[in-house]
């Protein structure tokens, strides 16, 4: 055998482990759509003021909330329409009440 032939050999297995490894990297990479709810007990959830009912936020600690702010019309809520529950991309994906409410509330662009 050729040093050449072996060389090619060796590269060929180096883009086969690459490869497999690109795809096994990507499978895990991918962030499933997460189940767990986020709740008010939650320590950064709680440092974001959120609540899940927009009407119970504190006016005082936070004078800029209206009560027609909350994660259904916030841009960071990709819940789908009607959704009691809806991804957060701003929690982690973690489920929010439609409902809720957190400081971080962004209003929704039109499409």
Same mark, same amino acid.
């Given at each position: 055998? *050729? =040093?050449? *032939?072996? #060389? ?8 086969? @482990?690459?490869?497999? !490894?690109l !795809?096994? #990297?990507?499978?895990?990479a !991918?962030?499933p759509? #997460?189940?767990e709810k ?7 959830a709680?440092?974001m ?6 009407? =119970? ?10 009560a027609?702010?909350?994660c *259904?019309? @916030? ?7 009607? !959704?009691? &529950?809806?991804?957060c ?7 929010? /009440?439609?409902d809720? &409410?957190c400081? /971080?509330?962004?209003?929704k =662009?039109?499409?």
């Amino acid at each position: 055998m *050729s =040093k050449t *032939s072996n #060389s090619r050999r060796v590269f060929m297995l180096h883009v086969a @482990c690459g490869g497999a !490894a690109l !795809a096994t #990297s990507t499978a895990f990479a !991918a962030d499933p759509v #997460s189940t767990e709810k986020l709740t008010e007990a939650d320590p950064y959830a709680k440092s974001m003021g959120f609540r899940l009912d927009t009407t =119970k936020v504190d006016k005082a600690k936070f004078p800029r909330h209206t009560a027609e702010q909350k994660c *259904s019309t @916030c841009q960071l809520f990709s819940g789908a329409p009607g !959704a009691e &529950w809806g991804p957060c991309s701003f929690f982690g994906g973690r489920l929010v /009440n439609k409902d809720g &409410w957190c400081r /971080n509330f962004k209003v929704k =662009k039109a499409a």
